[in-house]
Structures are given as structure tokens and as C-alpha cells.
């Protein structure tokens, strides 16, 4: 089981683009059409799978929402940040 982040170091290594939201970090990534952000969601899924770590994803028009959390764990773990800053290279 991955061990939760302190305060400091979640705050010192959040990636551009997210908060943190209590036990969670989350970011909304804009696109241009429905359909890049369901395409960035199908990606997203590919790069959470093979780090076997599930966010919760939220498709509206134009926005998709990502929460990360490690639940087994509690709270904010390096597979939440790791997996963030790979969404982030995906999504810009």
C-alpha cells in the first residue's frame, strides 16, 4: 500500500493545473468539442490502467473533471501525483 503525502510535499509537487480538494487532487481540462474531451477520456483510461489506479472522471460539454485519490491508502499518494502529470502531458 503507497503511503499518504504530507501537506508540504502534496503542495510542493502538485502538477500545473491542479488543486488540491480535501483527500483529492483535481483538475478540469477544456477542449474545443465534446468529442476531444471524450477522446481525452479514452486516453486517460488507457494511462490509468496500466498504472492499475482509477480516477473518477466527469464528461460535461466541452470540460472533463479528474479526481485522484488513493483510496486504499486514504488520501493523496505518489500514484495520484505520477498519474496527474501524465494527464496533464495528454490533455495539456
Known amino acids: 500500500m503507497s503511503e499518504t503525502l504530507t501537506d508540504e510535499e502534496i503542495a510542493d509537487r502538485l502538477p500545473d493545473g491542479w488543486s488540491r480538494d480535501g483527500d483529492e487532487i483535481a483538475r478540469t ?15 486517460a483510461g488507457g494511462l ?3 498504472a492499475f489506479h482509477h480516477p473518477s ?6 470540460e472533463v473533471e479528474v479526481r485522484l485519490t488513493t483510496h486504499d491508502a486514504g488520501g493523496i499518494t505518489d500514484k495520484d501525483i505520477d498519474l496527474a502529470a501524465r494527464f496533464n502531458e495528454l490533455g495539456g
Open 48 to 50: 490509468a490502467e496500466e
Open 29 to 43: 481540462f477544456e477542449f474545443d468539442s465534446y468529442l476531444e474531451g471524450v477522446g481525452f477520456v479514452a486516453g
Open 57 to 62: 472522471m466527469t464528461v460535461e460539454w466541452r
